[in-house]
Every structure is written in C-alpha cells, then in structure tokens.
C-alpha cells in the first residue's frame, strides 16, 4: 500500500533525504487522484467521525434503463471534491458523453492547485465502472 504523500514528505525529512520543497509536481497530483478515488468509493455514512464524508449510493441512478441522473452525480462530486480535497484552490466538472461502445458515466475534473508558489492545473478523469467502483486518473 502506498503512504500518503505527506507521511512520504515527513518520513523523508526525518531521514535527512528531501525537504518539502523538492516534492515533484506529479506526485502531488497523484496523491490528489489517490485521495479522490479514495473519497469517491467511500460509501456517505460509513465513517464514524464524519458522516458526510464519501458518495451516497447512485444504484438507483443508474439501472440501466434509463440515462443516469448527471446533474445530480456532479453535484455531489463537486460537492466532495470542494468540501474534503482542499488541495484543490478552483474546480469544473465536465461530463463527457459516452460513446457507442462506452456504457461507463465519466466526467473530468480541471482544478487548480498551488505548488512552489505556482498554479498547476490537474486535469483527472473519473470513471464510473460497471462493477461499481470510480476511478480517478490522470
């Protein structure tokens, strides 16, 4: 399993190896996508110290017989996103039609966050799978 970005920094440090300052910018934005897909399988209500914490259940939005309820999906990604990735300075979600062979829902996420006194713009892909689980990707 891979540390968290921060607890990799810190234990760096305490070794001498790195200081802060030297953490590339594609490893923030992998740790950002690691967290989010994290956040996004998270079922709302299943951790104890915060019960708004992760995405309610879309089963229902999404039975196969009709088109998935977009608006709402997004509202809740941005809502997550906005609420517990503070990383994240400006976020747009845009929802991407699905093509002939495509059955999955994706959106992606352009957001802004600040590195070395920088604005680095991330663009990730999140991918609702047919078995359930969304990933997040670069």
Known sequence: MKLRLLKRI???EEAGL???SD???NEVMES???DLEKLFNTRRGTVLIDQNYGLPDFTHLMNGYAAPDVA???RYLLQQVRQYETRLVTTNLVYQQPGKRSIGVKF???ALFEHK???INLEANILFNDNGSISVSL
């Open 72 to 74: 709402e999906i997004e």
């Open 23 to 25: 953490v590339d910018t």
């Open 32 to 34: 950002i996508c690691d």
């Open 117 to 119: 006194n920088h604005d």
């Open 108 to 110: 992606i996420l352009n």
């Open 10 to 12: 810190k234990s760096w």
């Open 18 to 20: 790195v200081s802060a």
